[in-house]
């Protein structure tokens, strides 16, 4: 069946805000825990929505007041260390022109979804935006990735989720759609293949091999 819809992550997989969630993240937990985080032990667990993480990093249930702190320093860092993949601009352009339908499903808030896409240059492209604000329960749920494919009036069996972390092909391939992982992700691409994604890309433009 033809590829009609193609939902992707923000976050590692088409805006490279990497650097800027993993500052965010040793900023935001300065003291917070017996032995201080590193990059190293950030990493495996970036994608889940925020309040999570910081449970989880911290070992509290109450993170309201360390969940502003991160956003804060997010989003007085944003511009300087937010920057596009490659190729991903010029794939999104060839997919309108074959009118290819876009969204973002992400469990970043929309003000930074926004300020990123725009910073970017990739806002026009999107039909549609999903953001943790949006929804009960952030990926890995497939409540997201329903509520946009809802939205778009779209076949799940004609659209793709494209996204760096295990948590888009779990939220993808719960709502029935096909998944894509990207080799680009800080997990790694051995990682994302235990999950089973549909695709493996390496590149954004083989994005458009598999639209056909």
């Not at 970017?120 to 329960?137: A, P, W």
């Not at 990926?139 to 069996?157: F, R, W, Y």
Request: hydrophobic share 40%.
């Amino acid at each position: 069946m033809a590829i009609t819809t193609v939902l992707f992550d923000l976050d590692g997989t088409i805006v490279d805000t990497n650097e800027l969630i993993i500052q965010s993240f040793l900023h935001t937990l300065e003291g917070e825990t017996e032995l201080p985080y590193t990059r190293e032990r950030i990493v495996p667990h970036m994608g889940y929505p925020l309040l999570e993480q910081l449970r989880f990093f911290t070992g509290k249930e109450q993170v309201d007041e360390l969940a502003v702190k991160y956003r804060k320093f997010n989003l007085d860092k944003h511009d300087e260390l937010v920057a596009e993949f490659p190729n991903v601009r010029e794939v999104l352009a060839e997919l309108q022109r074959r009118n290819i339908r876009m969204g973002v499903v992400t469990n970043k808030m929309r003000i930074t979804t926004l300020m990123g896409l725009k910073l970017c240059g990739l806002d026009s492209y999107m039909e549609t935006l999903v953001t943790i604000d949006d929804v009960v329960r952030g990926k890995p749920d497939p409540e997201a990735v329903l509520k946009a494919l809802e939205q778009m009036k779209a076949d799940p069996g004609e659209a793709l989720m494209v996204g760096d972390s295990q948590y888009d092909i779990i939220a993808g391939r719960d709502a029935g759609v096909k998944t894509v992982g990207v080799s680009w992700s800080l997990k790694g691409e051995d990682h994302l293949r235990t999950f089973r994604p549909d695709y493996v890309i390496r590149d954004m433009r083989d994005l458009l091999e598999i639209v056909g």
